[in-house]
C-alpha cells in the first residue's frame, strides 16, 4: 500500500480545495496525474489556477503538458504552484513570484482551544472575542469580507458578496468556515478543507483595524479543534503568518515556488 508523503497530502488538499471552488463557481477544471489545473473565471482576467501534486523526473514534460491546457483554455493570466521547485516557466512569460512553506502539523489535541462553541475569550482589550463556524450565507458572507479586506484580496476589493468565495462553498462537504468577532463585530476568519485525508487551512485573515491582538490566533485555534484534530492539517505559510504557525505546532515540509503570468505581451 502506498503512503503519502504529508507534502503530499498537503498538496492534494490544496487541489481539492481549488476543485471544490470550480464546482461552486461553474468552473472547468482539469486532473491529471502529477498536477490538477482549475479555469478560474471570476471575471475575464481571472487568472487560472495549477498545482503540482507529485514530484516529476522531467521538468520539460510537465511543462509541455501545461502548456497545452494553456492553449486549450486560451489563458491569459495564471498562477502555477510548483512544492518541487523544479519547473521554470520564465519562457511562458511568468515570473517566480513567492516562495512560501508548505507546513503540516500532527493529529492532536489544540492547546487552549475550548471544547464548545462558541470560543470565547473575555482578554481582547477589555472586550469579548469570540470564533463560531458559519452554518449560514449571511455569516459565510462576513467571513468572505474579512478574507478579502483582511488577507488582503486586492483583485477583489470592494468587496462584494459572493464575488470571491460564493455560498455554494457551504453545501460542499469538506469545506468549513470560521469566524472571529470582537463585540460582535466582525475581526478575522479562516476556512478548512477536509478532503477525507487531511484538513487544509486556507485564507487565514484579520481586519486591518484588529491586527496583533490575537484574532488570528483564536480563530485558527478554533478551527484545527474543530475541524478534524485526528488528521493531519496543512498550509502554505505567508511570511506574516508563518511564526503564529510555527507556535501552533505546523513544522515545514517543502518550499513551494509560485510562478505568475500577469498578462501575455502583444
Known amino acids: ?27 472547468q477544471s ?23 501534486t507529485r514530484p516529476y523526473a522531467e521538468p520539460a514534460a510537465v511543462e509541455e503538458e501545461l502548456v497545452a491546457v494553456l492553449d486549450a483554455w486560451a489563458t491569459v493570466r495564471f498562477t ?34 475550548t471544547a464548545v462553541l462558541p470560543a470565547v475569550s473575555e482578554a481582547y482589550g477589555g472586550g469579548s472575542l469570540t470564533v463560531d ?23 477583489r476589493q470592494p468587496w462584494t458578496r459572493g464575488g470571491a468565495l460564493p455560498e455554494q462553498l457551504l453545501g460542499d462537504p469538506g469545506c468549513r468556515a470560521w469566524l472571529g468577532r470582537v463585540d460582535g463585530v466582525t475581526a478575522g476568519a479562516c476556512l478548512t478543507f477536509d478532503d477525507g485525508r487531511a484538513t487544509g487551512v486556507y485564507w487565514v485573515a484579520t481586519l486591518p483595524d484588529q491586527r496583533g491582538q490575537g484574532v488570528a490566533r ?9 475541524a478534524h484534530p485526528d488528521r493531519p492539517a496543512t498550509l502554505v505559510a505567508t511570511s506574516q503568518g508563518e511564526p503564529l504557525y510555527r507556535t501552533l505546532g505546523f513544522t515545514e515540509q517543502a518550499r513551494t515556488c509560485w510562478w505568475t503570468r500577469a498578462a501575455v505581451d502583444d
Not at 1 to 27: K, P, V, Y
Not at 138 to 147: C, K, P, S, W
Open 1 to 27: 500500500m502506498n503512503t503519502l508523503s504529508r507534502l503530499e497530502q498537503a498538496n492534494d488538499n490544496a487541489a481539492a480545495f481549488w476543485l471544490a471552488q470550480a464546482r461552486a463557481h461553474g468552473w
Open 30 to 52: 482539469s486532473t491529471r496525474r502529477g498536477w490538477t489545473a482549475v479555469r478560474c473565471a471570476r471575471t475575464p482576467d481571472d487568472p487560472h489556477r495549477f498545482v503540482v
Open 80 to 113: 502555477v504552484e510548483d512544492p518541487y521547485g523544479g519547473l521554470d516557466l520564465g519562457h511562458l512569460g511568468a515570473d517566480r513570484t513567492s516562495v512560501m512553506p508548505v507546513m503540516t502539523r500532527e493529529p492532536g489535541p489544540v492547546e487552549g482551544a
Open 133 to 155: 463556524e458559519a452554518l449560514d450565507g449571511d455569516t459565510f458572507a462576513q467571513v468572505e469580507r474579512a478574507v478579502v479586506d483582511g488577507f488582503p484580496l486586492p483583485n
Open 218 to 226: 483564536a480563530v485558527l485555534r478554533t478551527a484545527l479543534a474543530h
